[in-house]
């Protein structure tokens, strides 16, 4: 099953695959932090099964948790699992996984071109050096059908992968309170940017237990026997149903008091912003 699942993405994402990278780009998207690559574990699985390498070791050299804003409401940040960067899969002469990349690698640029977000992202400063950016992409129908089948799929992996790390779909956490921490170490600087944010996560929120036992739960993903079972998963309508739901419309943010985390309900409306 795994394998077939894996093939069906490889046939999709070489659909009608025209576009070719300008000359003149140096792989930013590959390079910057601040341009965050989300992978999910099946990402992980795939690139584990190319490259015969467990996905633990795969997690610990190429992944950190790290924080994105949150696209529901600017107060908020996700907690999510980001492709180290500079991506260490980059090589002089592109990218060393490129029939087995992680899905996020897949659609970007083309996707933002068929949901129309290609010219607001390209007036980003952050995108300032992406060439692919600055003029239209051609997307042919079938390639696109085939884009908008491999986001789906993506979406369903991602909430399955933060619900089996994190026990929920959509960890989101108040950033007023780390604001406040990250003032007492540079009381000059008034807002902080997500990166900020990260080394927070790093230093200090890991005594709140939010990683406890995350390793236990990734090794597992080392044996064929657990990968299948959480493949299996995937199958799962209601379950599958109920995450994406809840990662749509989080009821509950988390908040830092002291060295614990609260969880609190809040309701978070969808501002006209959207992000990457
Ligand atoms: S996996 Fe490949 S395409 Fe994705 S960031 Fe790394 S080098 Fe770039």
Avoid: W
């Amino acid at each position: 099953m795994i394998e077939r699942y894996f093939q069906y993405q490889a046939d999709l994402a070489v659909t009608e695959s025209n576009m070719l990278c300008p000359e003149d780009c140096n792989a930013p998207g590959c390079q910057m932090a601040d341009v965050i690559v989300e992978v999910s574990l099946f990402d992980l699985i795939r690139l584990s099964l190319a490259l015969n390498t467990p996905v633990s070791s795969l997690f610990l050299n190429h992944c950190h948790f790290g924080f994105q804003s949150c696209e529901l409401n600017r107060r908020y940040l996700s907690l999510l699992l980001k492709l180290e960067k500079p991506c260490h899969f980059l090589q002089k002469s592109g990218c060393k996984v490129q029939g087995f990349k992680p899905l996020n690698c897949v659609l970007f640029p083309e996707y933002h071109q068929i949901i129309d977000l290609r010219p607001e992202l390209a007036k980003r400063p952050v995108f300032n050096r992406f060439p692919c950016l600055k003029s239209e992409i051609a997307v042919s129908n079938q390639r696109s059908q085939a884009l908008k089948k491999l986001k789906k799929m993506s979406k369903r992996e991602e909430a399955l992968s933060r619900y089996f790390l994190l026990g929920i779909p959509s960890f989101i956490i108040d950033s007023k309170p780390l604001a406040k921490q990250l003032k007492r170490y540079s009381m000059k600087i008034k807002s902080f940017t997500v990166r900020d944010y990260d080394r927070l996560l790093k230093e200090e929120l890991k005594t709140t237990g939010l990683f406890d036992g995350i390793m236990d739960k990734i090794a597992l993903l080392d044996t064929r026997r657990q990968m299948e079972s959480f493949f299996s998963q995937l199958e799962d309508k209601t379950l599958i149903r109920s995450l994406l739901e809840k990662m749509a419309r989080p009821e509950i943010v988390f908040r830092l008091d002291g060295n614990r985390l609260k969880p609190m309900k809040r309701h978070l409306q969808r501002p006209e912003i959207t992000s990457m």
